[in-house]
């Protein structure tokens, strides 16, 4: 589910969840611990990768879909526990993304501190508005951060999967490489700062991740709150959803077809709460 290999002093943790690497409680508890734990057994510098072809495809629709209230308030809780934990390393974490990283996939690459995506024809993107979901307050001064207001208002509420082009072009990710390659290229950067004085950038600088960590924790009830209402709970328009997703699962045969099956779950999903509290 999460292999954690070594090279030297650099932690690579891969997130090894097939087909498509999604983020369910458990990867996301096993990836918060490894990113705690690693700077006591010697990392100077982490690496957050995917298995295979795919980086991530955000959070596990599935158990989504299969999960009550305290659930899924534990899945969102981990999900930001995962980000915090990144913004919070005292060594630098750098994001290959060697395939597709939708939602969730593109929010887990924010708080790093370079992002190295695979070019050709990989999408990356916040396309959760597509299916009715707001990103909330902290994923957008995130993404802002690195794309500023205009790209970020653009994003969240166009839903749109940009190309590894455009992604470059607007900040989303730093450095384009063969998906071969994506990983080797995002050692190369982390060899090259951990080579500075420590004073000198070789260290991550407290004073500029600080607030970032702070603000996931301040901002996690009410994010949390949002996507899940009180109200919320497992009905019958939820539960006649699931065969849908089970029966298109079964037809998806590629990993293309996997994450787009992802979207149209969500969709489902989406669908399926506004029906339970009326909208």
């Known amino acids: 589910m999460l292999r954690i290999e070594w090279q030297d002093d650099i932690g690579i943790l891969r997130l090894d969840r097939p087909p498509v690497n999604a983020l369910n409680t458990e990867l996301l508890a ?3 611990a490894a990113i705690g734990e690693a700077p006591a057994q010697g990392a100077r510098g982490l690496v957050i990768t995917g298995h295979g072809a795919h980086y991530c ?3 596990d629709v599935r158990e989504l879909l299969e999960a009550d209230a305290r659930q899924l308030e534990a899945l969102l809780g981990g999900f930001l526990d995962a980000l915090h934990a990144i913004a919070a390393s005292p060594v630098p974490v750098v994001a290959a993304m060697n395939g597709h990283s939708p939602a969730g996939g593109a929010v887990l690459a924010l708080p790093c501190d370079r992002r ?3 070019d050709g024809t990989t999408r990356v993107g916040l396309n959760e508005v597509a299916v009715g979901l707001s990103p ?12 500023g207001a205009r790209w970020a208002a653009e994003m969240l509420t166009s839903g749109a999967l940009l190309s590894c082009t455009q992604a470059l072009d607007i900040g989303l990710v730093d450095a384009l490489a063969p998906a071969a390659q994506v990983e080797e290229e995002a050692m190369l950067w982390l060899r090259q700062r951990l080579a500075l004085p420590a004073q000198a950038g070789a260290q991550r600088e407290p004073a500029l991740d600080m607030p970032v960590s702070l603000a996931l924790y301040r901002f996690r009830t009410p994010l949390a709150a949002a996507l899940l209402p009180p109200q919320v709970q497992r009905q019958p328009d939820l539960q006649a959803a699931r065969p849908s997703l089970e029966l298109a699962r079964l037809q998806a045969v590629t990993g293309a077809g996997e994450l787009v099956l992802q979207g149209l779950a969500g969709l489902m999903l989406v ?9």
């Open 30 to 32: 096993r990836l918060t």
């Open 136 to 147: 909330g307050p902290l994923i957008h001064a995130l993404l802002t951060s690195l794309v």
């Open 57 to 59: 495809a955000g959070l």
């Open 116 to 118: 190295v995506l695979a």
């Open 271 to 279: 669908m399926a709460l506004l029906a339970t509290i009326g909208v």
